[in-house]
């Protein structure tokens, strides 16, 4: 394996002929490099998704309902102030907020949900709207991305979750995702975000209709950005779960976890310039994270006691606390309980202690519903 930055032509090499056991020990090696010591990180965290209505018709999506439509719901800012201060009294410390474009939401409602959420738990991190949100509120508004950016900056949020990437490419997105915002837009709205001072993610969705060379591409436009902004906090890649998606019928099964381990092992090699790979035991299972803790991933995600997202492509888990622990423990690793910032929480060192094994399962206290993704 190459000690030098990567280029394409070799990560492309390495994603698709490397074996997967060289694969996962350079990145696995380099993720110690740049985190020394045995810690694997995770956010109690909470996903109220706001609205299911949605015009972009994404085809992995099984999450949306089209305006009028049966099932479709809006919370009320205050009934998200109400969510999220339930999972605050549960210990979540971030809410990670993402919602359909719904034509009747514009910036006003948005402002009215970080004012409810701060009333009703005050002091959690507002960790809220993708880019493709950022650009529905602006078209909605008539405003640019800066200004939305600005008023929700103003408001006191200051991250952003990298979700709606899906494939940097647009080649890939016209088929995928033909009126979401292009590839060029979604970076174009980080670095905006980034310039004013948000720290973000950034994501990939993978498994669908790209090709190795797509997935390769999209961590290039990555770093290449993060060269210059150095905003981005973590990576966290996930494949698509058919569900009842339209996309379902084209592609009917989900990608394998030994090629999960090979996308969380590249991207942990491609982006040396990212501080931290994300494991997501709730898109992939509980055994898929815990190898890709081997992998290069460093974080463990976000326990997300609020998920609709996956719901409806019927991949929906829960777990407990005690569950995440035991699973990151099992993996041979110390779990340190995180802020949204990764910072270390001063009470959680290495969390409460985990008798039970780690369960995860369906959670039946969530409404049927997402295909994208969570995106923390
Ligand atoms: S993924 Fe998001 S933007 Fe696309 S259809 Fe679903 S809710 Fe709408």
Known sequence: MPAHRLNQAEAYNLLVRAPLIELMSAADRLRRELHPGNEVTYVIDTNPNY?????????????YRKPGQAGAYTLRPEQVGERVALAQAQGATTVLLQGGHNPELGLAYCLEVIDAI???????????????????????????????????????????????AEILVDRVRRGISPKKIKSDTWL???????????KTSA????????????????LFRLRQLQDHTRGFYAFIPWSFKPGNSPLSRLVPTAALPSYYLRVIAIARLVLDNFPHIQASWFGEGWRAGQLALHAGADDFGGLLLEENVLYQADHAFATTHAGVLNTIRQAGFTPVQRTTFYEKCASSQDGPAAAAPPVIKRNPGIPAQCAASPAN
């Not at 993708?130 to 408001?155: C, M, Y």
């Not at 994501?203 to 999209?218: A, L, P, V, W």
Request: proline share 3%; hydrophobic share 40%; aromatic share 10%.
């Open 118 to 164: 701060k009333a009703a738990a005050p002091g959690i991190h507002l960790h809220l709207f993708s880019p493709a949100e950022i650009d529905h509120v602006a078209k909605v508004e008539g405003l640019t991305w800066n200004e939305v950016l600005q008023a929700f900056w103003d408001r006191g949020q200051r991250t952003m979750p990298g979700g709606g």
């Open 203 to 218: 994501t990939m969705t993978y498994g669908h209709r790209e090709s190795e060379q797509d997935i390769i591409e999209h």
């Open 51 to 63: 609205t299911n209505v949605c015009i972009t018709d994404c085809t992995f999506c099984s999450f």
């Open 188 to 198: 174009d709205i980080m670095l905006a975000a980034h310039e004013i001072g948000y």
